[in-house]
């Protein structure tokens, strides 16, 4: 419990050791499940007195024997151990204990988190006694049961309880922690401060997280002692203000109402007067508080409850003494009793339902409800079954599940007492059109109220019923915060706020506008301070299709300082002002704002205030100036690229930015691309579009009257007399600026940025603050207006209205075109005037289009593009093995959602994992694999491929919904790694793959279809034996890179037995042997040493067939991580520094070799495999690979997108008998072969392929097919005609020709017959001479025969000299 505010310091001790506290969440994944209790020798429980403390060993007896006299309501289990291993028992009440039941939400009550806060542990145990006894007999009782799914702790911390001592009131002492001195209401994981916990030392708390993860609670109870009050979320807030400081959730309403609930039905609680010995004069109106306002609790249970789970938490404080003498429990029993039911039985208000999929009614889990208004939601259970807690009034509840289509059911009346039941039926994406699959807006409800006993605030802060909500109409009406100033609320503060304060300042403000902030990191500084970014949008998180995105960065050169403070005011002025003021309200709700106030923290840390000229703090911490960091289109920059560079471009190619702003100070102008020139001289360096760059610029400086004047510093003796006219001027005419970000951005995404000086003085005092806000305040909104200038609108397929992702959008006499972002929606800026418009797309008819943009405002224009069809012979053909239509389609509109948009994003965020990241040797990755198949025997089997050298097994787990039977129409994918055993990155890296994949088997849609869908084989390790001799946090070691006869396996694969020098290894063998199994459609296999993807040919000098197709997947991969794509591998130790680009690389240009694996793969397994290093540390620190896994996890899960694409179809004749063996040329070059039932699959970049299909005896085809970078490919089948032509010849002519020649063959044999008949008649004695020289004659028989001989080889040997047996022959005629 919460010590009193006077023993504050010597009651909540700090953990002697600490760790990274998500080593204590990702390990639980692991921990042994909740373990059930024999109770059958347990005799029967002694009549309950109320006058006596249990200790653990009487607490576990009598739980047992509670759970074998009420087995049909009662299951007694434990869900982990403490420090000094005793059982946490939870008691599970309800019907049917031992089995999940759908409908029945699920309740939780925890007690004794203090060890010296004991009544709690007491009245729990007299709780289970109540319900059980009760059950059956009590009405009340019985219906709760039966409709309820409770549990019970009596007690988290029975270690902290046996060192406790009896009377002791104030606690404070060895009990009160755990027994490593972990204070548990201190240990978890919180939103606003870090907390470093190491797991051994607290494993109470990591049970407690494992048991709330596995179970979907819905509201929760933790009880303690040391005074009387219920106190509800939030514990701590940004600031951790010690007290007095209300720290309001989304739910603080319903919160409120519930801690109201339990103390009502307390008579001493109800009062708000405790009169505590400790502290007599604490008073708390109603009875509750809130957690912070009473005073600040950082790494409390509840509010990991609330954020975490779907369980909302009070804590219920139940006596001023906390371990009070035993004969006062009875007395604590009945001021609690009732309270504890009344409180249970708020479970079931609000909303429940089921969320299900149309098509199949399969239940969905995961699930999202959001509810408008309101920025939190929960999830649904295993059952699709969904319980979301209200007050009554009226809502927009909307469901949201990954692969399916959201649905808003609007005006859903939520009234007192039971819950309001609402289903859901999810369509499939692809199921509807477009139209009906994007994102519900989530209007605020301006109706939802409170029940009447919440209708003011019970604590005496500002909080109210309904908080911040994303609608002008509930700002307002919704608050006691007073009606809105008829002007803009200015900001409050002007000061200098250095990093510290800065961060305080973002958290505080984006947990104070939940509804319309979101704040976000994008990477680290060099001294590893965090580069925060504030989104402020009506739908924060969220890309809205058609919204614009905007940012502003400040502060890029850390001594130039006005821009990072005039960012503060901008988003003060933006939060406060929005629902009231409505120039502010428009642009939220019509833009998604990204505002970075400092991109160098480090630099303005060592920078004085009162610079008005100088460098000190200009630089990052390596010295390099960020603002020449950037690739340069003219000049190579050689610089290494910076940890803040990276981040940027990682961000700006995350998001599909329109118009920016980098603001900087030393002069007074706005500076627009480009920055330099070819030659590096200063003169006007025009882009393509310097007309929209100037119409943004002067928008910007026209509402600065100093700088539109164009004579900044004139006042400053050590600045150059300068003009610009209109306030603006083109960078490189200024002065050349290789290497800058405002180039970087307007080449190489969709983003137009200029640069702005704020001021000539770099680092003014802060008392000139207010002067800098006022000069610039409308000029900051003006320019965010700017983005609405121009036209946008939506790239959608004509058939069936989805978006097509990387649309090309070309203006006509405008050398500069834009891409349409992942949902197909655009934004091109352009001046007011006609213009021609071109909208193209891979696989697309372009279609172009007259435009006319106004004055004001965007014009909206949209593209709708037609496929281009496949020139396929019978493509739409039917056969045996040829999948219906509608399925078809449907899988083709899923691939295409995942494809496009934010599918993967979401899909990712729908399938969170929480598993213990670390290294495994053999022994444990065995055991793991095998694990898998123990536990998902449906949809795993594990092969064994042979044995490395020391006898290891190379294991090969294979994923489908059919594992142990042939589907040779679905494509096959392999992933491989650790063929060096010192890069062990990749290996864990699959292992989790694995773990990921068949742990949302069944649970989420579209992991369940990928599965359903795909042949997934995943080969951990390759090199086991090199795996056990590598070290942890060798980054370069060579150890363990060979197997044990020391041979890089990399260098062994040969298909020729020409080519090798010995026999391959065994570890070779085995994956040569995988490789060439037939039905591989892509190969994907993990190293480690840098950041990058490679694509074959190893080989040097090796010309590479399918290039494009190779590099194509290989940039698939780098694209969907978040730095790869970049190209600048970031690894210290690397020859790549150089910009790479797209991350991507040819093998042979990065390290040329023979016998690699990737090459055998295409060369005698016909199969594409890339190569994906992982990181730049070879064995970095296991703390590292939940980093890797969340940079790595979408690039995998795209290449089981990936397999999907391509061409694919069957080959049979006429009579539909599948032709297996056939050979699929592709390209005139690169060649597959048909297998089991003739089913053919290859992977080939998006656009125009030529394909030959060739089989013995058939006559060759040949056809032109489209392949698409979103589109699944379509199924084709192919038809054979029996080959009629003999020697190139139609059939009949040749037979008839040969026909003919027999007869006249024939003919020819009669007449020399009848001739030489006639001529034996008259020469009989010829015959005659003939036998007397017999034996002359078998000589020249002989000879003849040899002659013959002879002249079937002279073609070949072409012999022309004469021979004795010639002679011989010559002499016999």
Same mark, same amino acid.
């Given at each position: 419990?919460?010590?009193?505010?006077?023993?504050?310091?010597?009651?909540?001790?700090?953990p002697?050791?600490?760790?990274?506290?998500?080593?204590?969440?990702?390990v639980?994944?692991?921990t042994?499940?909740a373990r059930?209790?024999?109770?059958?020798?347990?005799?029967?429980?002694?009549?309950?007195?109320?006058?006596?403390?249990?200790?653990?060993?009487?607490?576990?007896?009598?739980?047992?024997?509670l759970?074998q006299?009420y087995?049909?309501?009662?299951d007694?289990?434990?869900?982990?151990k403490?420090?000094?291993?005793r059982?946490?028992?939870?008691m599970?009440?309800?019907?049917?204990?031992?089995?999940?039941v759908?409908?029945?939400?699920?309740?939780?009550?925890?007690?004794?988190?203090?060890?010296?806060?004991?009544?709690?542990r007491?009245?729990?145990?007299?709780?289970?006694?109540?319900?059980?006894?009760?059950?059956?007999?009590?009405?009340?009782?019985?219906?709760?049961?039966?409709?309820?799914d409770?549990?019970?702790?009596?007690?988290?911390?029975?270690d902290?309880f046996?060192?406790?001592v009896?009377?002791?009131?104030?606690?404070?002492?060895?009990?009160?922690?755990?027994?490593?001195n972990?204070?548990?209401?201190?240990?978890?994981?919180?939103?606003f401060?870090?907390?470093d916990?190491?797991?051994?030392?607290?494993p109470?708390?990591?049970a407690?997280?494992?048991?709330?993860?596995?179970?979907?609670?819905?509201?929760?109870g933790?009880?303690?002692?040391?005074?009387?009050?219920a106190?509800y979320?939030?514990?701590?807030?940004?600031?951790?203000?010690?007290?007095?400081?209300?720290?309001?959730?989304?739910?603080?309403?319903?919160?409120r109402?519930l801690?109201?609930?339990?103390?009502?039905n307390?008579?001493?609680?109800?009062?708000?007067e405790?009169?505590?010995?400790?502290?007599?004069?604490?008073?708390?109106?109603?009875?509750?508080?809130?957690?912070?306002?009473?005073?600040?609790?950082?790494?409390?249970?509840q509010?990991y409850?609330?954020?975490?789970?779907?369980?909302?938490?009070?804590?219920?404080?139940?006596?001023?003494?906390?371990?009070?003498?035993?004969?006062?429990?009875?007395?604590?029993?009945?001021?609690n009793?009732?309270?504890?039911?009344?409180?249970?039985?708020?479970?079931?208000i609000g909303?429940?339902?089921?969320?299900?999929?149309?098509? %199949?009614?399969? &239940?969905?889990s995961d $699930?999202? !409800?959001?509810? +408008? @208004?309101?920025?939190?939601?929960? =999830?649904?259970?295993?059952f699709?079954?969904?319980?979301?807690?209200?007050?009554?009034?009226?809502?927009?509840?909307?469901a949201v599940?990954?692969?399916?289509?959201?649905?808003?059911?609007?005006?859903?009346?939520?009234?007192?007492?039971?819950?309001t039941?609402?289903?859901?039926?999810?369509?499939l994406?692809?199921?509807?059109?477009?139209?009906?699959?994007?994102?519900?807006?989530?209007?605020?409800?301006?109706?939802?109220?409170?029940?009447?006993?919440?209708?003011?605030? %019970?604590?005496? &802060?500002?909080?109210s $019923?309904? !908080?911040d909500? +994303? @609608?002008?109409?509930?700002?307002? =009406?919704?608050?006691?915060?007073?009606?809105?100033?008829?002007?803009?609320?200015?900001?409050?503060?002007?000061?200098?706020?250095?990093?510290?304060?800065?961060?305080?300042?973002?958290?505080r403000?984006?947990?104070?506008?939940?509804?319309?902030?979101?704040?976000?990191?994008i990477?680290?500084?060099?001294?590893?301070?965090?580069?925060?970014?504030?989104?402020?949008?009506?739908?924060?998180?969220?890309h809205?299709?058609?919204?614009?995105e905007?940012k502003?960065?400040?502060?890029?050169?850390?001594?130039?300082?006005?821009?990072?403070?005039?960012?503060?005011?901008?988003?003060?002025?933006?939060?406060?002002?929005?629902?009231?003021?409505?120039?502010?309200?428009?642009?939220?709700?019509?833009?998604?704002?990204?505002?970075?106030?400092?991109?160098n923290?480090?630099?303005?840390?060592?920078?004085?205030?009162?610079?008005?000229?100088?460098?000190q703090?200009?630089?990052?911490?390596?010295?390099?100036?960020?603002?020449?960091?950037?690739p340069?289109?003219?000049?190579?920059?050689?610089?290494?690229?910076?940890p803040?560079?990276?981040a940027?471009m990682?961000?700006?190619?995350?998001?599909?930015?329109?118009?920016?702003?980098?603001?900087?100070?030393?002069?007074?102008?706005?500076?627009?691309?480009?920055?330099?020139?070819?030659?590096g001289?200063?003169?006007y360096?025009?882009?393509?579009?310097?007309a929209?760059?100037?119409?943004?610029?002067?928008?910007?400086?026209?509402?600065?009257?100093?700088?539109?004047?164009?004579?900044?510093?004139d006042?400053?003796?050590?600045?150059?007399?300068?003009?610009?006219?209109?306030?603006?001027?083109?960078?490189?005419?200024?002065?050349?600026?290789?290497?800058?970000?405002?180039?970087?951005?307007?080449?190489?995404?969709?983003?137009?940025?200029?640069?702005?000086?704020?001021?000539?003085?770099?680092?003014?005092?802060?008392?000139?603050?207010?002067?800098?806000?006022?000069?610039?305040?409308?000029s900051?909104?003006?320019?965010?207006?700017?983005?609405?200038r121009?036209?946008?609108?939506?790239?959608?397929?004509?058939?069936?209205?989805t978006?097509i992702?990387?649309?090309?959008?070309?203006?006509?006499?405008?050398?500069h075109?834009i891409?349409?972002?992942?949902?197909?929606?655009?934004?091109?800026?352009?001046?007011?005037?006609a213009?021609?418009?071109?909208?193209?797309a891979?696989?697309?008819t372009?279609?172009g289009?007259?435009?006319?943009?106004p004055?004001?405002?965007v014009?909206?224009v949209d593209?709708?593009?037609?496929?281009?069809h496949?020139?396929v012979?019978?493509?739409?053909?039917?056969?045996?093995?040829?999948?219906?239509?509608?399925?078809?389609?449907?899988?083709h509109?899923?691939i295409?959602?995942?494809?496009?948009?934010d599918?993967?994003?979401?899909?990712?965020q729908d399938t969170?994992?929480?598993?213990?990241?670390?290294y495994?040797?053999?022994e444990?990755?065995?055991?793991?694999?095998r694990?898998?198949?123990?536990?998902?025997?449906?949809?795993?089997?594990l092969?064994?491929?042979?044995?490395?050298?020391?006898?290891?097994?190379i294991?090969?787990?294979?994923?489908?919904?059919?594992?142990?039977v042939p589907?040779?129409?679905?494509?096959?994918?392999?992933f491989?790694?650790?063929?060096?055993?010192?890069?062990?990155v990749?290996?864990?890296?699959?292992?989790?793959?694995?773990?990921y994949l068949?742990?949302?088997y069944?649970k989420?849609a579209?992991?369940t279809?990928?599965?359903?869908?795909?042949?997934?084989?995943?080969?951990?390790?390759i090199?086991?034996?090199?795996r056990?001799?590598?070290k942890?946090?060798?980054c370069?070691?060579?150890?363990?890179m060979?197997?044990?006869?020391?041979k890089?396996?990399d260098?062994?694969?040969?298909?020729?037995?020409?080519?090798?020098?010995?026999?391959?290894?065994?570890?070779t063998?085995?994956?040569?042997d995988?490789?060439?199994?037939?039905?591989y459609?892509?190969?994907?296999?993990?190293?480690?040493?840098?950041?990058?993807?490679?694509?074959?040919?190893?080989?040097?000098?090796?010309?590479?067939e399918?290039?494009?197709?190779?590099?194509?997947?290989?940039?698939?991969?780098a694209?969907?991580?978040?730095?790869?794509?970049?190209?600048?591998?970031?690894?210290?130790n690397?020859?790549?520094?150089?910009?790479?680009?797209?991350?991507?690389?040819?093998?042979?240009?990065?390290?040329s070799?023979?016998?690699?694996?990737?090459?055998?793969?295409?060369?005698?397994g016909?199969c594409?495999?890339?190569t994906?290093?992982?990181?730049?540390?070879?064995?970095?620190?296991?703390?590292?690979?939940?980093?890797?896994?969340?940079?790595?996890?979408?690039?995998?899960?795209?290449?089981?997108?990936?397999?999907h694409k391509?061409?694919?179809?069957?080959?049979?004749?006429?009579?539909?008998?599948?032709?297996?063996?056939?050979?699929i040329?592709?390209?005139?070059?690169?060649?597959?072969?048909?297998?089991?039932?003739?089913?053919f699959?290859?992977?080939?970049?998006?656009g125009?392929?030529?394909?030959?299909?060739?089989?013995?005896?058939?006559?060759?085809?040949?056809?032109?097919?489209?392949?698409?970078?979103?589109?699944?490919?379509s199924?084709?089948?192919?038809?054979f005609?029996m080959d009629?032509?003999?020697?190139?010849?139609?059939?009949?002519?040749?037979?008839?020709?040969?026909?003919?020649?027999?007869?006249?063959?024939?003919?020819?044999a009669?007449?020399?017959w009848?001739?030489?008949?006639?001529?034996?008649?008259?020469?009989?004695?010829?015959?005659?001479?003939?036998?007397?020289?017999?034996?002359d004659?078998?000589?020249?028989?002989?000879?003849t025969?040899m002659?013959?001989?002879?002249s079937?080889?002279?073609?070949?040997?072409q012999?022309?000299?004469?021979s004795?047996?010639?002679?011989?022959?010559?002499?016999?005629?």
């Amino acid at each position: 419990m919460r010590p009193q505010k006077g023993e504050k310091a010597r009651s909540a001790p700090t953990p002697a050791l600490a760790v990274p506290v998500l080593c204590a969440l990702v390990v639980v994944v692991l921990t042994p499940g909740a373990r059930a209790v024999r109770v059958s020798e347990e005799k029967e429980e002694e009549v309950e007195t109320y006058n006596k403390y249990y200790d653990y060993v009487e607490l576990s007896r009598r739980l047992r024997s509670l759970a074998q006299k009420y087995q049909h309501i009662a299951d007694l289990r434990s869900v982990g151990k403490s420090v000094e291993e005793r059982e946490l028992w939870v008691m599970r009440i309800t019907r049917e204990p031992r089995a999940d039941v759908p409908g029945k939400p699920k309740f939780k009550y925890v007690g004794n988190m203090h060890g010296d806060e004991t009544v709690s542990r007491q009245v729990l145990v007299y709780l289970i006694e109540h319900l059980l006894a009760g059950y059956g007999e009590d009405q009340r009782v019985t219906e709760l049961v039966n409709s309820t799914d409770i549990y019970i702790m009596p007690s988290m911390n029975p270690d902290g309880f046996e060192r406790s001592v009896e009377g002791d009131c104030k606690g404070g002492g060895p009990g009160r922690v755990n027994a490593k001195n972990v204070d548990l209401n201190r240990s978890f994981p919180d939103q606003f401060k870090k907390i470093d916990q190491n797991t051994e030392d607290a494993p109470e708390r990591t049970a407690v997280i494992q048991w709330i993860a596995e179970n979907n609670f819905v509201l929760s109870g933790n009880l303690h002692g040391g005074t009387v009050v219920a106190s509800y979320p939030f514990d701590d807030s940004p600031s951790h203000k010690q007290d007095g400081l209300y720290s309001q959730s989304p739910d603080d309403a319903l919160f409120r109402y519930l801690a109201r609930v339990y103390a009502e039905n307390n008579p001493v609680m109800r009062t708000g007067e405790p009169n505590c010995e400790m502290d007599s004069g604490e008073k708390f109106k109603n009875g509750i508080t809130n957690g912070a306002e009473w005073y600040d609790v950082a790494g409390g249970m509840q509010d990991y409850n609330y954020l975490n789970g779907n369980c909302l938490e009070i804590t219920m404080e139940l006596s001023c003494c906390k371990y009070p003498p035993a004969g006062q429990l009875q007395t604590e029993w009945d001021n609690n009793r009732e309270s504890l039911l009344a409180y249970m039985e708020k479970i079931h208000i609000g909303v429940r339902g089921f969320v299900k999929e149309a098509g %199949s009614g399969m &239940s969905l889990s995961d $699930a999202k !409800i959001m509810v +408008a @208004g309101i920025n939190h939601n929960v =999830s649904t259970g295993h059952f699709g079954d969904y319980y979301r807690l209200l007050l009554p009034g009226t809502y927009n509840i909307t469901a949201v599940a990954s692969g399916c289509m959201p649905r808003t059911v609007v005006n859903v009346q939520v009234s007192e007492g039971k819950a309001t039941e609402l289903n859901f039926t999810l369509t499939l994406l692809g199921d509807e059109s477009i139209s009906h699959t994007t994102a519900p807006s989530l209007m605020p409800s301006s109706t939802a109220t409170p029940i009447s006993s919440e209708s003011s605030d %019970s604590s005496g &802060s500002s909080a109210s $019923a309904s !908080i911040d909500t +994303a @609608g002008p109409a509930d700002e307002g =009406s919704n608050t006691n915060a007073g009606l809105p100033e008829p002007q803009p609320l200015q900001p409050q503060e002007f000061r200098h706020h250095h990093y510290s304060d800065m961060e305080l300042f973002l958290q505080r403000f984006s947990a104070k506008y939940p509804s319309i902030t979101r704040l976000y990191p994008i990477g680290k500084s060099v001294e590893n301070r965090v580069l925060w970014v504030m989104e402020i949008s009506d739908n924060p998180g969220e890309h809205e299709q058609g919204e614009p995105e905007f940012k502003y960065i400040g502060n890029m050169h850390g001594n130039e300082v006005v821009g990072r403070e005039l960012l503060l005011n901008l988003i003060e002025y933006l939060c406060r002002n929005y629902g009231t003021d409505p120039e502010v309200t428009r642009l939220v709700n019509s833009t998604r704002i990204h505002i970075m106030p400092s991109m160098n923290p480090d630099g303005y840390e060592v920078a004085q205030e009162g610079d008005i000229s100088g460098y000190q703090g200009r630089n990052n911490s390596n010295n390099y100036d960020l603002n020449r960091n950037f690739p340069d289109q003219f000049k190579t920059i050689t610089d290494p690229r910076q940890p803040e560079t990276i981040a940027v471009m990682s961000w700006l190619k995350s998001y599909p930015f329109v118009l920016s702003a980098n603001l900087h100070g030393g002069s007074l102008v706005v500076n627009y691309p480009f920055d330099d020139d070819p030659e590096g001289i200063s003169r006007y360096s025009k882009s393509p579009d310097d007309a929209v760059f100037q119409m943004v610029a002067t928008a910007y400086s026209k509402e600065n009257t100093l700088m539109h004047k164009g004579h900044p510093c004139d006042d400053i003796n050590n600045y150059p007399v300068e003009y610009f006219e209109n306030g603006i001027t083109n960078g490189a005419q200024w002065y050349n600026v290789p290497g800058g970000m405002q180039d970087w951005n307007y080449l190489n995404t969709n983003c137009f940025e200029v640069t702005i000086e704020l001021g000539c003085v770099k680092y003014p005092l802060a008392i000139d603050l207010p002067q800098y806000w006022e000069q610039n305040r409308r000029s900051l909104l003006q320019f965010i207006h700017q983005v609405h200038r121009g036209v946008k609108g939506l790239v959608t397929d004509q058939k069936d209205g989805t978006g097509i992702p990387n649309a090309t959008i070309t203006v006509e006499g405008i050398d500069h075109t834009i891409t349409s972002n992942k949902a197909g929606d655009y934004w091109r800026l352009l001046v007011p005037g006609a213009y021609h418009l071109t909208a193209s797309a891979q696989g697309y008819t372009s279609v172009g289009m007259n435009v006319t943009v106004p004055e004001d405002g965007v014009e909206v224009v949209d593209f709708k593009l037609t496929r281009i069809h496949s020139d396929v012979k019978n493509q739409a053909a039917k056969g045996p093995n040829a999948l219906p239509d509608s399925i078809e389609e449907k899988f083709h509109s899923f691939i295409k959602q995942l494809s496009v948009g934010d599918g993967l994003d979401r899909l990712i965020q729908d399938t969170a994992t929480t598993s213990s990241f670390r290294y495994r040797r053999y022994e444990e990755l065995s055991e793991f694999l095998r694990g898998l198949t123990f536990n998902f025997p449906n949809i795993t089997v594990l092969h064994r491929l042979g044995q490395s050298v020391e006898y290891r097994t190379i294991w090969a787990l294979e994923i489908s919904n059919n594992p142990k039977v042939p589907e040779p129409s679905e494509p096959k994918i392999r992933f491989m790694a650790g063929i060096h055993g010192n890069a062990p990155v990749g290996t864990e890296l699959l292992l989790e793959f694995a773990a990921y994949l068949c742990i949302n088997y069944g649970k989420n849609a579209a992991i369940t279809r990928l599965i359903n869908e795909t042949r997934i084989v995943i080969l951990p390790s390759i090199n086991p034996d090199g795996r056990e001799q590598a070290k942890e946090k060798e980054c370069s070691s060579s150890v363990g890179m060979t197997n044990a006869n020391g041979k890089d396996l990399d260098t062994d694969f040969f298909g020729n037995a020409s080519q090798r020098s010995a026999d391959p290894q065994p570890e070779t063998h085995a994956v040569m042997d995988l490789i060439q199994e037939k039905g591989y459609t892509l190969s994907v296999a993990l190293d480690g040493g840098s950041v990058l993807v490679t694509y074959p040919y190893d080989k040097p000098v090796q010309p590479v067939e399918n290039e494009s197709t190779l590099r194509y997947l290989a940039t698939v991969y780098a694209n969907n991580h978040p730095t790869m794509h970049l190209g600048d591998t970031g690894c210290p130790n690397s020859s790549q520094m150089e910009n790479i680009p797209e991350g991507v690389l040819r093998a042979a240009e990065r390290h040329s070799h023979m016998g690699s694996m990737k090459d055998f793969s295409v060369d005698f397994g016909h199969c594409p495999e890339i190569t994906v290093y992982t990181s730049c540390c070879l064995f970095p620190q296991a703390d590292q690979l939940p980093i890797l896994w969340a940079e790595n996890r979408k690039s995998l899960l795209s290449m089981l997108v990936e397999v999907h694409k391509g061409i694919r179809g069957v080959v049979k004749d006429k009579s539909g008998k599948p032709i297996v063996g056939a050979m699929i040329v592709l390209n005139g070059g690169v060649r597959v072969f048909t297998g089991e039932g003739g089913y053919f699959h290859a992977l080939l970049s998006p656009g125009s392929h030529n394909i030959e299909a060739i089989a013995e005896g058939y006559q060759q085809q040949r056809q032109e097919v489209i392949v698409s970078s979103i589109e699944a490919a379509s199924s084709i089948i192919i038809e054979f005609d029996m080959d009629n032509r003999i020697f190139g010849l139609p059939r009949e002519l040749v037979v008839a020709t040969a026909a003919a020649a027999m007869t006249a063959l024939t003919i020819t044999a009669c007449i020399i017959w009848c001739v030489c008949s006639a001529k034996s008649n008259r020469q009989k004695d010829g015959f005659h001479r003939l036998r007397q020289h017999r034996d002359d004659y078998d000589d020249e028989i002989r000879l003849t025969s040899m002659g013959s001989k002879k002249s079937l080889l002279s073609h070949e040997f072409q012999d022309e000299s004469e021979s004795d047996e010639d002679t011989l022959y010559a002499n016999k005629l």
